[in-house]
């Protein structure tokens, strides 16, 4: 069996589109793993979430995904993410708002936990240094946890020693899962932050035993000038080009 996993679409369209694309073109998957943060900062959260209900799929609360139909404040947001934030809320239908409303924090599937962004703290917590990935696999009972929020492709280790390693998960890379626990994210589909603007995502192999990391090339310009159209914030329009 094969799972695509996803995390931060951020209402980014065009590389949702081209995501998926791209995993019908390997072959398909049978379920979707999403991470969160199917909305916020792009120009299409009701086309993104409308897009994603017609997959069979799973997906869990992300902070904007809250943010966006009131459950938590933006008092913690920078002024651009509060700004495309509010503005994503005028555009939900109450079908959206209904799906988004009844997303879980945490989902366990077979030998995985499924959060947004960590697993003591679901909604708010980045995931970025062995420290703190070293304290939250105290939080999870599975082999494995996918994590998003951050919108980087990491991997942290946890061996038998209780030591606690981490490494960057490079673009068509195959990860092995053998005895160590393991915390990996794959990355974010519509607004990477790993200084490569290209989306990414990762499909796991249950037969095989194997997480493969993907980035794949979208029509950045496209999702801009909808962006411009729409006039959020420019900041956001431009970090898309950069991967920042």
């Not at 979707?32 to 959260?45: A, E, H, S």
């Not at 943010?67 to 008092?75: E, F, L, M, V």
């Not at 503005?87 to 947004?116: C, E, K, M």
Request: glycine share 6%; aromatic share 12%; hydrophobic share 40%.
């Amino acid at each position: 069996m094969r799972y695509a996993i996803i995390a931060d679409i951020h209402a980014n369209l065009a590389a949702f589109i081209a995501v998926l694309d791209d995993i019908k073109r390997r072959g398909g998957v049978e379920e979707v793993w999403c991470l969160g943060d199917i909305v916020g900062y792009g120009p299409d959260p009701h086309q993104c979430l409308e897009l994603l209900r017609q997959y069979n799929h799973i997906c869990v609360a992300g902070n904007h995904d809250w943010a966006a139909i009131g459950k938590i404040d933006t008092s913690d947001f920078n002024p651009d993410a509060a700004a495309a934030c509010h503005w994503t809320a005028q555009q939900l239908t109450p079908g959206d708002i209904n799906y988004l409303d009844t997303l879980p924090l945490v989902i366990q599937r077979s030998d995985f936990t499924l959060v947004h962004g960590s697993p003591r703290e679901p909604i708010w917590e980045y995931l970025l240094s062995t420290r703190s990935a070293k304290e939250n696999f105290a939080y999870f009972q599975s082999q494995f946890c996918l994590v998003g929020h951050s919108h980087v492709p990491l991997v942290f280790e946890y061996d038998q020693a209780g030591a606690c390693f981490f490494s960057e998960f490079p673009a068509d890379t195959m990860l092995m899962l053998a005895e160590n626990r393991l915390i990996i994210n794959p990355g974010g589909v519509g607004q990477p932050r790993d200084g490569d603007p290209r989306a990414s995502y990762a499909i796991y192999n249950s037969e095989a035993r194997s997480i493969t990391h993907y980035r794949i090339p979208y029509d950045i310009g496209a999702t801009q000038s909808r962006m411009v159209d729409y006039r959020l914030p420019r900041r956001l329009v431009a970090r898309l080009s950069y991967g920042v």
